[in-house]
């Protein structure tokens, strides 16, 4: 097909659930995507974090490669000894418990709803973030503390109170005898590359024990690896009683995964919930290569690596241009807060062959590849100077 064509055909067939940009991608390696005409980019913001390995990693295609020639899906009735190993290595590198398999970051957090509500026996708040995002689906778009991606679908959900991010004194006026859980992001991507301090962290985990409150961390854009270490909560030193994790652990195929502490875990009893295509054998092998991937590769240490230089390199550009106000972030999980509108500085920077991202209107989100280079940071920040430049 041709590019106009197949503008065409997504206009006649397919809804407009997304605000799109002109380009028809159809080849990705690493850190690098070719469009139709044959012209590559730099993906600094592949696809809200789903690519920590960047696109088509070796590892990944190896395992996926094998097994789709041997068996695509099993249904969860029944036994696979791929999904075995990959809870064995979620509960290795993260703590006891057990593990449920979704298809995505929305569906992960709605099972972590529906287990607290278990846990809860008639408590059911729960108390989540101003500018938190948790996913679409309805509860957890009530979860997501942002009005204008509940607007025309109201009522929302009842039982999910949001309240000031990194402010404990709200979250302790918050608390009633119906609450039993708390839920938050470590970063908030969506919500402005905000990033939670130590000691509400510390304080939250401390309030959640003495009220016997579950402490819900949403790590499905800051897990595997994004803040260099492989989940955010261990830059905190705390253990949540679920984690929910998605997109980077397929290494570009969809996944979602609660993981709950070992005395949670046993709450859901067979039929209180389920997922058709959770955990199949090729999702399996693809997540199974990426913690191969990262250990063989060393990717965490990258991570930390490349994140301080291109912090450095960034704050060279705030010196530079006084229109950046801030920058924030851990790892390689940062954003650039400006003083103007983002989106003109992204669709220019697209233009030079650099793929970012644009929140909160006016925070630029970096995100690239964990395994990302000097060189490619090099030719990135170039790239963003050079418009920035244009802009001044």
């Not at 006649?12 to 850190?31: A, D, R």
């Not at 290595?89 to 449920?100: A, D, N, R, T």
């Not at 059911?124 to 309805?138: K, M, Q, S, V």
């Not at 920058?327 to 650099?354: D, F, H, N, S, T």
Request: net charge positive.
């Amino acid at each position: 097909m041709k590019l106009e064509e197949i503008f065409q055909v997504y206009q006649e067939n397919i809804m407009p659930t997304y605000s799109k940009v002109p380009l028809v991608f159809v080849k990705g390696k690493g850190s690098r995507l070719w469009d139709i005409n044959g012209r590559a980019y730099l993906d600094f913001f592949p696809g809200w974090g789903v690519g920590n390995l960047g696109h088509c990693h070796p590892k990944v295609m190896q395992g996926v490669r094998d097994q789709i020639s041997k068996l695509i899906f099993v249904p969860n009735n029944y036994y696979h000894p791929f999904q075995a190993k990959l809870a064995k290595e979620l509960i290795y590198l993260s703590f006891p418990g057990k593990v449920f398999f979704a298809n995505s970051g929305a569906e992960a957090n709605e099972g972590a709803i529906k287990l607290a509500r278990k846990f809860g026996k008639g408590r059911y708040e729960i108390i989540t973030f101003e500018n938190a995002f948790h996913g679409r689906t309805l509860a957890a778009l009530a979860a997501t503390g942002q009005k204008k991606y509940q607007a025309g679908f109201e009522p929302m959900p009842e039982g999910f109170k949001q309240v000031k991010f990194n402010d404990i004194k709200a979250v302790k006026q918050a608390v009633t005898d119906k609450t039993v859980a708390i839920m938050l992001e470590l970063i908030q991507g969506e919500g402005g590359v905000n990033v939670a301090d130590k000691d509400f962290i510390l304080a939250l985990r401390k309030l959640c024990d003495e009220k016997n409150l579950l402490l819900i961390i949403d790590e499905v854009q800051t897990g595997i690896g994004r803040t260099a270490k492989m989940f955010g909560y261990q830059h905190y030193g705390i253990t949540p009683d679920i984690m929910t994790l998605a997109k980077a652990l397929g290494g570009g195929l969809p996944i979602g995964v609660m993981i709950a502490k070992r005395e949670l875990s046993d709450l859901f009893a067979p039929g209180m919930h389920a997922s058709t295509f959770g955990g199949g054998p090729v999702i399996c092998r693809a997540a199974l290569g990426v913690f191969k991937a990262m250990q063989k590769e060393k990717i965490l240490k990258n991570c930390q690596n490349m994140g301080e230089y291109l912090l450095e390199k960034l704050k060279l550009l705030k010196d530079a241009f006084p229109v950046i106000k801030e920058i924030r972030g851990i790892g390689l999980m940062l954003g650039v807060e400006l003083a103007i509108e983002g989106k003109p500085i992204v669709e220019k920077c697209m233009l030079q062959g650099l793929l970012i991202n644009c929140t909160h209107d006016k925070v630029l989100r970096l995100m690239p590849a964990l395994n990302i280079t000097k060189n490619e940071i090099d030719k990135a920040v170039k790239i963003l100077e050079n418009v920035l430049k244009e802009r001044a």
